[in-house]
């Protein structure tokens, strides 16, 4: 059996502690691998023979990552459009206001 399935749902970005989690349940001990962990290592540990439940997870964690990009990005994009400009507008009214309040206490 090869091991690229393995590699690619492991190494995959959008994997969170909570995917971790799921995959977990079925170890004895909590699997969180490091960076620097290798792929002798997880074969030690016998993640191979859960490797369907991992690739599981792992396509979840994609799904979830794509969301979690398209509400920031759609987020980031509605802010810009109307949150800066309406908060450039009140900034630019209160600076008005400030200038003409200090006018009309010089004149007095």
């Known amino acids: ?9 492991v190494c995959n970005s ?10 977990s349940k079925n170890f004895e001990s909590p699997l969180c691998p490091e960076p620097d962990t290798s792929l002798s290592e997880l074969v030690g540990a016998g993640v191979m023979q859960y490797i369907s439940r991992i690739e599981e997870v792992s396509v979840t964690a994609t799904k979830e990552f794509a969301l979690e990009e398209t509400s920031y ?12 400009v309406c908060a450039v507008s009140l900034t630019m009214n209160k ?6 309040m200090h006018v009309s206490k010089t004149l007095l």
């Open 73 to 84: 990005s759609e987020f980031l994009s509605g802010i810009y459009v109307s949150d800066v």
């Open 14 to 23: 959008g994997l969170r502690d909570r995917h971790w989690i799921l995959i």
């Open 1 to 9: 059996m090869g091991y690229l399935p393995l590699l690619d749902s």
């Open 95 to 100: 600076m008005m206001f400030l200038t003409s």
